[in-house]
């Protein structure tokens, strides 16, 4: 169900693969140009689609009706976005509360385990932000590839093969620029309501 595609990325490739098997291989040397590439991200998709993920697609997933509703009357908005994760942050005090009394001082805390020779792991979690998922691959008892798909990455998603842009994109078209406006008080508010985490560069 999950595919990254590089059509519009500055890496080698050509067809959408799953991240278990894809690969990430920066152009360089006499292929260091891509007419089409305009970033180093690749573009994830869920069942082909776009995907956009953090709080308020978690409510919306979860039947939250007034988000629900706010998205119907409103669509993917700035409003939206923040409403949602104003709402998670009511929600997740008490739980927090539940798990600190859940903790228990001097148990361990994680399994240990050998080493393998070779396999494979998955790691798929809703983090804060959103999905985040972990592609683990052991060859030779040596990590072989750990490419990582973080919520940032499907929601600042570059176009794929077809030109479907990523969610970011879609929600900044069309927005209104003043003339000589350099810094773009709307675009802004646009960018900050998908949370973003664009520090860190998550290709291994």
């Known amino acids: 169900m999950i595919s990254e595609n590089v059509t519009h990325a500055w890496l080698f490739g050509e067809q959408a693969l799953h991240p278990a098997v894809g690969e990430t291989r920066p152009l360089s040397g006499e292929f260091a140009e891509k007419a089409a590439a305009y970033t180093w991200c690749k573009a994830p998709r869920y069942g082909g689609a776009v995907a956009e993920t953090g709080a308020l697609a978690r409510q919306i997933v979860a039947g939250q009706p007034r988000l629900r509703a706010l998205v119907a009357a409103t669509g993917g908005s700035v409003l939206a976005r923040v409403s949602a994760r104003l709402l998670e942050l009511a929600l997740v005090v008490p739980a927090m509360e539940r798990w600190v009394g859940s903790l228990r001082p001097g148990e361990a805390f994680c399994a240990q385990a050998q080493f393998p020779d070779a396999g494979r792991a998955v790691g798929l979690v809703e983090a804060a932000r ?25 929601n600042f998603s570059p176009r794929d093969a077809a030109g479907v842009p990523g969610g970011l994109e879609q929600a900044l ?10 810094v773009p008080l709307l675009v802004q508010h646009v960018v ?6 664009m520090g860190l560069y998550t290709v291994h």
Do not use: K, Q
């Open 130 to 154: 959103g999905a985040l998922g972990h592609w683990l691959r052991i060859e030779h008892g040596r990590i072989a590839g750990y490419p990582i798909i973080a919520p940032t990455t499907w």
């Open 173 to 182: 078209a069309g927005l209104p620029v003043a003339d000589g406006d350099e």
């Open 192 to 197: 900050r309501s998908f949370d973003p985490c």
